[in-house]
């Protein structure tokens, strides 16, 4: 397993940006696809965007295309996402997680793929 910190939340108001950080301790680290998650108070957790274990690949939510960019450093085990024309409905608690699922060229958007969870950060966007 991985064990992952992720830092870069706060406060910012609509139109504003905000860069996610979620630097992971383990060796698997470099050959596991990553995504992040969100979660608002009284609805459940969602899927935000992926990258596959090399970079390659990226996914994102309908709601975040366009304005959200995931990307990594390996040698640094690090994953970022960088958070562009944010909305107050961007406002949530911001998961990263690692998959369970080695060297795969894919991502996934089920949380059941995943096995390694940061503990979050809040990201509020005001109007």
């Known amino acids: 397993q991985v064990q992952l910190a992720e830092s870069g939340g706060g406060l910012v108001q609509a139109g504003g940006s905000l860069r996610l950080s979620c630097v992971a301790l383990?060796?698997?680290?470099?050959?596991?696809?990553m995504g992040w998650f969100r979660q608002a108070p009284g609805k459940e957790r969602e899927f935000v965007a992926g990258?596959?274990?090399?970079?390659?690949?990226?996914d994102y939510a309908d709601s975040v295309k366009g304005r959200f960019t995931i990307s990594r450093v390996n040698a640094k085990n690090t994953v970022y996402l960088q958070m562009n024309s944010l909305k107050p409905e961007d406002t949530a608690i911001y998961y990263c997680?690692?998959?369970?699922?080695?060297?795969?060229?894919?991502?996934?958007?089920?949380?059941?793929?995943?096995?390694?969870w940061g503990q979050g950060t809040q990201v509020t966007v005001s109007s």
């Open positions: 383990g060796r698997t680290f470099s050959v596991a696809h």
């Open positions: 990258i596959n274990w090399t970079g390659g690949y990226t």
């Open positions: 997680a690692a998959a369970k699922t080695l060297y795969s060229s894919g991502t996934s958007r089920s949380p059941n793929d995943f096995g390694s």
